[in-house]
T-cell receptor, first 112, second 113 residues
Framework: QQQVKQSPQSLIVQKGGISIINCAYE??????FPWYQQFPGKGPALLIA?????SEKKEGRFTISFNKSAKQFSLHIMDSQPGDSATYFC???????????FGTGTRLKVLA | SQTIHQWPATLVQPVGSPLSLECTVE??????LYWYRQAAGRGLQLLFY??????ISSEVPQNLSASRPQDRQFILSSKKLLLSDSGFYLC????????????FGEGSRLTVL
């Protein structure tokens, strides 16, 4: 029940295309869902996050879509660029706790 | 603004040797501090977290330990490294648990030979 299942494991997208990464969770107590971007040899950087009271959040080319009833959320990268090539992690946590449950990551490669 | 520093960035150690990884946070007070380990191609495993000086909670029993001697300093240690301790170690901090935001350091790559 504490797992966050992330898919796909890897993704190849052409420059200018849309990258979509999906995550699913079981624990309905989760109330904060961040996405992290990690470049090789670097720590994960907080990219964008959403709370269950909204269905979508957009920041630049990055959009989170959230489906509370299905217990799923996804990251959409519009107009994908080679510089977006990185590993993306979804995560979930419950406010007031110290536990963040991370997905297993998606390695994105954007072809020039 | 807040920054998090972690060192050393890279470390190669023989089996049985000790380990000390350090992490400091600047620009905030009384942060929650975390140590994670990331194995190659895998997700993030929480090792320890701390809500204050001297307060350490362990998530995974192993031969690692953590200490928080100062408010913004978090140290990961081992007396005798194992081969299985190799990995990418990440320090992280959060302001409090209400916002949910968690910020990571640059990581320390440990190779045990």
């Amino acid at each position: 029940q504490q797992q966050v299942k992330q898919s796909p494991q890897s993704l190849i997208v052409q420059k200018g295309g849309i990258s979509i990464i999906n995550c699913a969770y079981e624990n309905t107590a989760f109330d904060y869902f961040p996405w992290y971007q990690q470049f090789p040899g670097k720590g994960p950087a907080l990219l964008i996050a959403i709370r269950p009271d909204v269905s979508e959040k957009k920041e630049g080319r990055f959009t989170i879509s959230f489906n509370k009833s299905a217990k799923q959320f996804s990251l959409h990268i519009m107009d994908s660029q080679p510089g977006d090539s990185a590993t993306y992690f979804c995560a979930a946590t419950t406010s007031g706790t110290y536990k963040y449950i991370f997905g297993t990551g998606t390695r994105l490669k954007v072809l020039a | 603004s807040q920054t998090i520093h972690q060192w050393p960035a890279t470390l190669v150690q023989p089996v049985g040797s000790p380990l000390s990884l350090e992490c400091t946070v600047e620009g905030t007070s009384n942060p929650n501090l975390y140590w994670y380990r990331q194995a190659a191609g895998r997700g993030l495993q929480l090792l320890f977290y701390s809500v204050g000086i001297g307060q350490i909670s362990s998530e995974v029993p192993q031969n690692l330990s953590a200490s928080r001697p100062q408010d913004r300093q978090f140290i990961l240690s081992s007396k005798k490294l194992l081969l299985s301790d190799s990995g990418f170690y990440l320090c992280a901090w959060s302001r409090d648990t209400s916002t949910g935001e968690l910020f990571f350091g640059e990581g320390s790559r440990l190779t045990v030979l």
